[in-house]
T-cell receptor, first 114, second 113 residues
């Protein structure tokens, strides 16, 4: 069966510090991978998605970046965090099944920037 | 372009009462529609999905949703609310290529004992 892991589960970082969040998927190959951010009381904002190694699409211009160094690894990074980067970060994967996709979500990382 | 609108950011129902969470979609092509549930500090879990087969879709935990093309709606219902149903619910639509998902802003469901 497929599983998706995110770490760390929680993170408290000072403003201006770097960030690296990691997401890995097991039990599937060549998945689409996604990073979402969920701010307090708000919906999901798609940040990045990737359809293959080294292929990243950015949905929102900001100080975050994403990389996909391996088929089942997706990393979210920042060189300098802002207060507004606080939120709940969710990684998800999907695989085309017949004519449709469905997304499966990881447990999330709670980031607090102080 | 696809989008979904969830009417009502907060819904409160009494335990045992009907749950109705509203979702309207906008899509220029036949949509694929989903409902997800999120419990506090957890990821999203798929409740059910519509993929152009039966218009009435049954999901987990007693939830179901009906696709109504004429109303561009995909409302989520459950006949009798349980305390464990208290959570955030998200409606989503995906594009035909299946590469992107568009989520609504969510509806927080409170169940009153």
């Amino acid at each position: 069966s497929q599983t998706i892991h995110q770490w760390p589960a929680t993170l408290v970082q000072p403003v201006g510090s770097p960030l690296s969040l990691e997401c890995t998927v097991e039990g599937t190959s060549n998945p689409n991978l996604y990073w979402y951010r969920q701010a307090a009381g708000r919906g999901l904002q798609l940040l990045f998605y990737s359809v293959g190694i080294g292929q990243i699409s950015s949905e929102v211009p900001q100080n975050l970046s994403a990389s996909r160094p391996q088929d089942r690894q997706f990393i979210l990074s920042s060189k300098k965090l802002l207060l507004s980067d606080s939120g709940f970060y969710l990684c998800a994967w999907s695989v085309l099944t017949g004519a449709w996709n469905e997304q499966f979500f990881g447990p999330g990382t709670r980031l607090t920037v102080l | 372009a696809q989008s979904v609108t969830q009417l009502g950011s907060h819904v409160s129902v009494s335990e045992g009462a009907l749950v109705l969470l509203r979702c309207n979609y906008s899509s220029s092509v036949p949509p694929y529609l989903f409902w997800y549930v999120q419990y506090p500090n957890q990821g999203l879990q798929l409740l059910l999905k519509y993929t152009s087969a039966a218009t009435l879709v049954k999901g987990i935990n007693g939830f179901e949703a009906e696709f109504k093309k004429s109303e561009t709606s995909f409302h989520l219902t459950k006949p009798s609310a349980h305390m464990s149903d208290a959570a955030e619910y998200f409606c989503a639509v995906s594009d035909q290529q299946g590469n992107q998902f568009y989520f609504g802003t969510g509806t927080s469901l409170t169940v009153i004992p």
